[in-house]
């Protein structure tokens, strides 16, 4: 049970190139979220997915795309990556989305992290 | 208002010491609550969920106050390897968490 796995560990690019960070779990979990984390800021959601095939936009969606076409694969595209994109990327996972108003929310399970810088 | 706020820190505090940090959130619909730990250029693990008025284990005790909006982590006896990142997690909206910046905790020996 490998958890959550991401790749690369570590990217440079130059602006204007394009590439996928590749997040992937093997716990069946429903819930997948891409974030970015800076300095001062903490963890800002980018996108996430409750299932596959189902997308949505988190806080910071611009200049990236996200897929779900199987349950356990969740890619982050950065489709012409920019200075400001220098960031830390994790990927996580919950048995389910959370749902306030029912009460209930999973805990969360998190990659090691793809450190991105873009020059 | 910020849906979720933490005080950044850091605490420095003596090995053995008590330390408390709180966490505000705005979207009083929220029922479930998360602290989790970050070191330094690691992945957050998850510390401690709250569901109800608090949870304890070992050293550490979550409580949740509603009526103020609050929960608080409480560290007894801080051992130097507590050092970390504390991050506040909110379930806020529908299908979302929402994350504090966390509080900087620093144990000296």
């Known amino acids: 049970n490998a958890g959550v796995t991401q790749t690369p560990k570590f990217q440079v690019l130059k602006t204007g190139q394009s590439m996928t960070l590749q997040c992937a779990q093997d716990m069946n979990h429903e819930y997948m979220s891409w974030y970015r984390q800076d300095p001062g800021m903490g963890l800002r959601l980018i996108h996430y997915?409750?299932?596959?095939?189902?997308?949505d936009q988190g806080e910071v969606p611009n200049g990236y795309n996200v897929s779900r076409s199987t349950t356990e694969d969740f890619p982050l595209r950065l489709l012409s990556a920019a200075p400001s994109q220098t960031s830390v990327y994790f990927c996580a996972s919950s048995y389910k989305a959370p749902t306030p108003s029912r009460g209930r929310a999973y805990e969360q399970y998190f990659g090691p992290g793809t450190r991105l810088t873009v020059t | 208002r910020k849906e979720v706020e933490q005080d950044p820190g850091p605490f420095n505090v003596p090995e053995g010491a008590t330390v408390a940090f709180n966490c505000t959130y705005s979207?009083?619909?929220?029922?479930?609550f998360f602290w989790y730990r970050q070191d330094c250029r690691k992945e957050p693990k998850l510390l401690m969920s709250?569901?109800?008025s608090g949870n304890e284990d070992g050293r550490f005790t979550a409580q949740l106050n509603r009526a103020s909006q609050y929960i608080s982590l409480l560290i007894r006896d801080s051992k130097l390897s507590d050092s970390a990142t504390y991050l506040c997690?909110?379930?806020?909206?529908?299908?979302?968490?929402?994350f504090g910046t966390g509080t900087r905790l620093k144990v000296l020996a």
């Open positions: 709250v569901y109800s």
């Open positions: 997690v909110v379930p806020s909206g529908t299908y979302k968490y929402i």
């Open positions: 997915s409750v299932g596959a095939g189902i997308t």
């Open positions: 979207n009083s619909a929220s029922q479930s």
